[in-house]
Antibody
Framework: QVQLQESGPGLVKPSETLSLTCTVSGGSITDYYWSWIRQPPGKGLEWIGY???????NYNPSLKSRVTISVDTSKNQISLKLNSLTAADTAVYYC?????????WGQGTLVTVSS | DIQMTQSPSTLSASVGDSVTITCRARQSIGTWLAWYQQKPGKVPKLLISDASSLESGVPSRFSGSGSGTEFTLTISTLQPDDFATYYC??????????FGQGTKVEIK
């Protein structure tokens, strides 16, 4: 079955750009949509956006000006970039399968924004 | 965006109780609603899709109902493994996805 694994730096400085990768194994990245979701410590879930293998995307309007999601089909990976970081972007970042409801999730990676 | 509001925020209950969590949408979302369970430090687990469709492997003591703007998640005969935080999420095609703020089910 499909498994997802997020990777990237755990600490990023304010005003810089967060870059995360989600590697898909056990299935083809072309079979589904792929989403990013985040969760600040002790708080609820926030949808960031999704991508299809053809590169089509849809972003949360609240983050749209700062977010880029991309796909690399040759590596079976999706990527997330979030710029102009502030402490409010500190969260566990998850990748998940599908674009509407999420049955398969990565384990999540904690990103802390701090100088 | 479609705001989702859950109530209560915290629910204290005992093993064996039946509990109900309510999720209200600011506007109609049909039955485009999912429920998740999340335990501390763990990944959310999808329990129910389309308001009332139980995911494979989810115990039958979980049930969902509702349509339009009001939805409920009921756990009948609460088990020790059910103490967790529950989130609703609307997945209406024409709106950004949004989650409720969560309901923590704790041991009384």
């Amino acid at each position: 079955q499909v498994q997802l694994q997020e990777s990237g730096p755990g600490l990023v400085k304010p005003s810089e750009t967060l870059s995360l990768t989600c590697t898909v194994s056990g299935g083809s990245i072309t079979d589904y949509y792929w989403s990013w979701i985040r969760q600040p410590p002790g708080k609820g879930l926030e949808w960031i956006g999704y991508i299809y293998y053809d590169g089509s995307t849809n972003y949360n309007p609240s983050l749209k000006s700062r977010v880029t999601i991309s796909v690399d089909t040759s590596k079976n990976q999706i990527s997330l970039k979030l710029n102009s970081l502030t402490a409010a972007d500190t969260a566990v970042y998850y990748c998940a399968r599908d674009r509407r409801r999420f049955l398969v999730w990565g384990q999540g990676t904690l990103v802390t924004v701090s100088s | 965006d479609i705001q989702m509001t859950q109530s209560p925020s915290t629910l204290s209950a005992s093993v064996g109780d039946s509990v109900t969590i309510t999720c209200r949408a600011r506007q109609s979302i049909g039955t485009w609603l999912a429920w998740y369970q999340q335990k501390p430090g763990k990944v959310p687990k999808l329990l129910i899709s389309d308001a009332s469709s139980l995911e494979s492997g989810v115990p039958s003591r979980f049930s969902g109902s509702g349509s339009g703007t009001e939805f409920t998640l009921t756990i009948s005969t609460l088990q020790p493994d059910d103490f967790a935080t529950y989130y609703c999420q609307q997945h209406n095609s024409y709106s950004p996805l949004t989650f409720g703020q969560g309901t923590k089910v704790e041991i009384k």
